[in-house]
């Protein structure tokens, strides 16, 4: 179960701190597009990970 | 720009036939099975999620708190990025357990009707406020085209029309069967439509209106857009309440749980759709801030909200409206048709059959088809009656707020079901009851009845800028009611079971309990009590099929099999509820014995073996011992089984396969009373009697009897309170067979031994007679009486020759005078026999013919290997036909010298072959052979060390001909002389 508590720390922390992490993303100076830059990015992440996934995995 | 009313409805309808025309070509498998299921259509099938708010709403939004917008797409894609851990755990128990709803699956693990009842009934108040945002978006943007028409108008023939295509998408179907292709595919085929619609009016919009990105950020560059909302700081309390509400949407939404996982093709899919529901909806927003930016730059005369129709006015496009209208339209259709469907179907299991349990006359499947219609109708007239009372004066966030953040009183129960099992029903229903409380009051009352409500309980005034504060008070106290009553108050056993079935990683412990039907043809009798004898057939019938079972069973492992069977397509049918009283009620168990019965170790075993490599760990090394223990029992060489307490076999090795002829599967969950009469009573009887061992039972089987020692032992001890015994089966029926043999040697041994006794004492007496008829034949001339004297002479010496045969058989198997064995030479032996069986008046034509090798040796007495072949010579000689040969040959193979007699008579019968060498066993004529010249052979042999064969016939033609194959440890020269000359020194 220890890998549920990380995640679930990790989701907690991000969903905490989501606010300040777009607030960052766009600051004036930014390009408009750069909360899309991070989403896309994060697509990537879950696509690599899908990717690399045993298949008997839970 | 304007359009008439007749254009617009022409147009709707038109769509709406195409998209049923798309189903219908689905199940009617005209479009290949592999395009319906493949992970893209799934994908692009959860895009329902959206609804309008992808068309309109998040344009609105956007214009109102800038990037906020994309908190309602960020927390459903966290929610899919987290697929594996928070998805896929509720696909599983879902697949399992035939599970197709939430309010099922709450049913299911919280054990209670009423958790089932109270979860449909909160997700049908919550629903019924984004059902009528679907209606307000069409509505309102029939009347933005075509000004004069009533938006209430529209919304009645909307709702119209949506309940006769929901009927026709979904309703058509008893629930329980195959998964609504057509529909996906539709639904997969709107989702299409919405996006491309959006994307090609951004690319529109960046090129037409900004002249590309460049121009865009000129623009945003200028002054004439300030201040822009997208440049404020966030409202944190709402970004991290909408991302919440859309982080459970996934889970707690009737329409989304049942496209996610009850229209889930594969759990492959969902790992696509980890990543490709994040990427749809990424491509849905990126033209959301285009179509804000060019609404404001066009002036467009329409609120933001519906900018993407008021843009196409200012680019004065009648094509381009009329695609922008369809987006809408296609949008809030796939939304409301499978919202309907899947809140009809969690009505219909939990509210409707609960009240009213089909009558046993009725055809229930058209019974529930017309409830379910008759749903879907009230469902979406409840929505018209909605949006006509309140959500026409609501804009589009309020209305998807107070969806959401009822449906999120959901999530603490649906997240209990994956990792908390201590989370009990009387903690569900309190906290339930708690946060919808807090939800009516803070949110549902205020927006839609008594907007003072709250300022007269002295609480802050809701507004949808700060309705984030209610939606947090209500969903705390709902975890904190849950957590609490949950850990004070006790939970059943039934319950607990269910808890561990649905947790993370557990696996199910079902005990080992007896049905009170002892077969499938009773199951049966008892079902069409409450369902009627044609669906009883008809689904024991299924449930048969689906276990690969035979058309009657009566192994009791494999009736509890059936039972979970049919509970879990009883509960696709009429929801698990439902499904569960049925099944309690009439394919019970027979109440429990003092003790409890033991675990049902076949069905763990079997759900270990399911999880393959999915253990890790641990439990991984675990279940490695367990597999390797097992394998050490199942290839046991001594045939094994063990047996419960109550007489049913759970376990069966290979060997023990062999030795009955029975197969494991056969007879693992079966109990004892249905292996074949003989095993059963042997068994049977071995097993409840008080002996632990029990010596050379006999079973006659086939005709032929077998021998088996059995012995038992207890399983029962400190950490095995369940008893059952482990019983090992040897097979002595060859024992058995050598033991007789033995006696029967023994006793041929003893009559020889008597024989020679006896030949000893007729000896001398005969001796006598000889003596005496010499002594006549010299005191007489006569010639009668020196005939008669002859004749006696003849005779006793006939005898004598009989007797000394016998006293030769007797002294055989004297192996102490193997110590004075020398070195023979074969060929030497073999030429002295053929030179004493020539000197026979008989067979004077026939040829003998030596082929042994001179160096062919044997260490033994060669006076007793003479004897061997005289008597083997003697044999052929008298089977063979006159001018025929004789041929002995010898030669080495290793170490063992090979000699065989070969003769050209008519050889010997099969049935005969067995008897030659027993002692007075002859197939010669009365007078002619005593029977003791092959038992003499035999034992000669063995003297010697070696074996004899007997081959018949070996003529190439097949008929006729003897071989008579020795075969003696060679003598080797060198090695042999070393030997012993090393033993004397």
Known sequence: MYIYRLVFLLVLAVYIFSPNILDWLIQPGTAWYSPFVAWACLIAVGFWLEWRRDPNEF | MSFSLTTLILVSFGYLLLLFGIAHITERGIIPKRWVRHPVVYVLSLGVYAGTWAVYGAVGMAGEFGFGFIAYYIGISGAFLLAPVLLNPVLRIGRAYQLTSLADLFAFRYRSQWAGTLVTLLSAAAILSLLSMQIKAVA?????????????MVGILFSVAMILFTVLFGARHEQGGDSHQGLVIAIAFDSLVKLSALLLLGAVLLYSVFGGLSGLDQWLASTSYSPSPFSQQLNDGGWRALMLMSFSAVLVLPHMYHMVFSENPSPKALAKASWGLPLYLFLLSLPVPIILWGGIALEAPTTASFYALGTTFSLNSPALTLVMYIAGLSAASGLMIVSTLALAGMVLNHVVLPLR???????????????????????????????????????????????LSGALQLLPGALAVIYWPEGNRKGLIAGLLAGAGVWILGLVLPFSYAPDLLHRLGLPVVDPSNSHIYVFASLTLNVVVFALVSLLSRTSNEESSAAQACSLGALSRPRRRELLSGSSEEFKQQLAKPLGIAVAQREIDRALTQLRLPPVEYRPY?????????????????????????????????PQAGRGSGQDIHYIEKALGDYQSQLTGLAGELDNLRRHYRQTLQNLPIAACSVGD??????WNHAMERITGIAADDVVGARLNALPDQWNEMLDDFVSGEELHRHKHRLDMKGRPRWFNLHKSTLSGPDHPEG????????????????DELMHSERLASVGRLAAGVAHEVGNPVTGISSLAQNLKLETDNPDILQTADQIQQQTRRISRILQSLMNFARSGNHAQANRYEPAVIRRCVDESINLVSLSGKGRSLNYQNDCPEDLMVLGDEQRLVQVFVNLLANSRDASPEGSTIRVSGKREAYSAIIEVIDEGDGIPADQLDHIFEPFYTT????????????????????????????????????????????LPAYEIEDDAQERSGIVD
């Not at chain 2, 099999?561 to 019970?588: F, Y």
């Not at chain 2, 015994?725 to 002595?732: A, F, K």
Request: hydrophobic content about 40%.
């Open chain 2, 558 to 590: 494999q009736l509890r099999r059936l039972r979970d069977q049919i509970e879990v397509n009883l509960s696709g049918l009429m929801g698990p509820s439902v499904a569960q009283d049925i099944v309690k009620h009439h394919l019970g168990f027979k």
């Open chain 2, 140 to 152: 309102d943007s029939a009347a933005l085209l075509s000004p004069h028409t009533s938006p209430r």
């Open chain 2, 924 to 967: 010669k004529g009365p007078n002619q052979g005593t029977g003791l010249g092959l038992a003499l052979v035999y034992s000669i042999v063995e003297e010697h060390y070696g074996n004899i064969q007997v081959e018949s016939p070996v003529s190439d033609a097949g008929q006729g001909g003897t071989c008579i194959r020795l075969k």
């Open chain 2, 724 to 739: 059952g015994n482990v019983v090992l089966v040897e097979d002595q029926t060859e024992t058995r067979l050598l033991e």
């Open chain 2, 357 to 403: 349990p089909p009558r046993e006359q009725s055809n229930i499947y058209s019974w529930l088809r017309w409830v379910k219609r008759l749903l879907v109708a009230i469902i979406i007239f409840a929505s018209l009656l909605f949006y006509d009372w309140v959500g026409s004066r609501l804009d589009f966030s309020t209305l998807g707020i107070l969806a």
């Open chain 2, 646 to 651: 109550d007489g049913e076999i759970l376990m």
